[in-house]
């Protein structure tokens, strides 16, 4: 495997024409390759969401992690923009979505895309990866351990993220779900609710549980890392991936 890669900040078009920062890895040969929109978790734009876009480089893949608190200013720390936008309650969906369709038509215009894309995210990039597959033309998307796709946030949460469980009619491609089975967000009894609902619309999906994961099970720099679980939900997506963003 020629794993060669080029990896630097670049500059993309978001939601409204917006300018966005955005991390792009890319292998440097010249094989036709499919696009991964990599959406970042609620902490931000971090090393560990850029790890991961390296990661798909070094697997064949164009991958860009949009900043989508790019917004608070480009003079502004990540973890001032966090915390900025969190206290705002999110980022807006309708926002998000078009963040992911500048990200996608990026991929897409690089030399070598095959014309392929795929959405994959962590935490709440987990319910925005789904939500941007049930608003956008994507040809693969990955939701790993999203929570509120099925429930509301707790009273008590900042977040104004409402569920999307509605949008599922809309999925407009295969979607590998990856969870852990001691998360509360979101619970198995969600993860069962959604699987549910996706079977009973005939969405093509395929649901892995991790026993003795919980959330963030691939982060690791977090003390919730699990390698079993992590390594098997990598071969899961690069398999997954394969089968979908192949030219």
């Known amino acids: 495997m020629n794993d060669a890669m080029w990896a630097g900040t670049v500059t993309i078009t978001g939601h409204e024409d917006a300018?966005?920062?955005a991390y792009l890895a890319r292998p440097l040969s010249d094989a036709p390759r499919g696009g991964v929109v990599l959406i970042h978790h609620l902490p931000g734009y971090d090393s560990g969401t850029k790890e991961f876009a390296r990661t798909f480089a070094a697997h064949g893949y164009a991958a860009v992690v949009p900043n989508l608190y790019s917004r608070e200013g480009a003079g502004v720390s990540p973890d001032d923009q966090a915390a900025a936008v969190r206290a705002k309650g999110g980022v807006p969906d309708e926002q998000l979505v078009g963040d992911v369709a500048g990200a996608a038509a990026y991929l897409n215009s690089?030399?070598?895309a095959n014309g392929k894309i795929g959405v994959i995210g962590h935490c709440s990039g987990g319910r925005q990866a789904f939500l941007a597959a049930c608003e956008l033309d994507i040809d693969a998307a990955v939701d790993c351990y999203g929570a509120f796709v099925v429930n509301a946030?707790?009273?008590?949460?900042?977040?104004n993220a409402r569920p999307v469980l509605s949008k599922a009619p809309n999925l407009s491609c295969p979607l590998l779900g990856l969870?852990?089975?001691?998360?509360?967000?979101?619970?198995?009894d969600e993860v069962a609710a959604l699987d549910a609902e996706l079977t009973r619309l005939g969405?093509?999906?395929?649901f892995h549980i991790y026993p003795g994961a919980g959330h963030a099970f691939f982060a690791v720099e977090r003390p919730a890392f699990r390698p079993a679980a992590a390594k098997d939900g990598w071969a899961k997506i690069f398999a997954f991936f394969g089968r979908h963003l192949s030219a």
């Open 19 to 21: 300018e966005l920062e």
């Open 110 to 112: 690089l030399e070598h």
């Open 153 to 159: 946030p707790p009273a008590d949460s900042p977040l």
């Open 179 to 188: 969870f852990g089975e001691d998360d509360k967000f979101p619970a198995p």
């Open 203 to 206: 969405k093509e999906h395929e």
